[in-house]
Nanobody
Framework: QVQLVESGGGLVQAGGSLRLSCVASIRTFGSYTMGWFRQAPGKEREFVAAIGWTSNTNYADSVKGRSTISRDNAKRTVILQMNSLRPEDTAVYYC??????????????????WGQGTQVTVSS
């Protein structure tokens, strides 16, 4: 079975940083596109960042310049480093895995597996 487990969320003040991790029990992890999405209360889940199997990346405009997504295939882990956090970054952050094609990788339907999420709360 496939399992994705997120960690690293927490409570931080505005301007602070968090490092979110997602460990995936996927045998062919290196072949998957990995993505981060987030969902705030009362809102739809939205794209945050993605990284392909060739390590090409893209980011939502809301986090571009403040966040970095990376992967360690040996550890089957994808990282989202978030800096200069804002209260509007408050959400549950979900890790997804799939075989997305193209360069955008922004759609939920492009990801087959999901973790249970990790809470990020940014206070002002």
């Amino acid at each position: 079975q496939v399992q994705l487990v997120e960690s690293g969320g927490g409570l931080v003040q505005a301007g602070g940083s968090l490092r979110l991790s997602c460990v995936a029990s996927i045998r062919t992890f290196g072949s998957y596109t990995m993505g981060w999405f987030r969902q705030a209360p009362g809102k739809e889940r939205e794209f945050v960042a993605a990284i392909g199997w060739t390590s090409n990346t893209n980011y939502a405009d809301s986090v571009k310049g403040r966040s970095t997504i990376s992967r360690d295939n040996a550890k089957r882990t994808v990282i989202l480093q978030m800096n200069s956090l804002r209260p509007e970054d408050t959400a549950v952050y979900y890790c997804g895995a799939g075989f997305a094609t193209g360069t955008l990788r922004t759609l939920q339907k492009e990801y087959k597996y999901w973790g249970q999420g990790t809470q990020v709360t940014v206070s002002s």
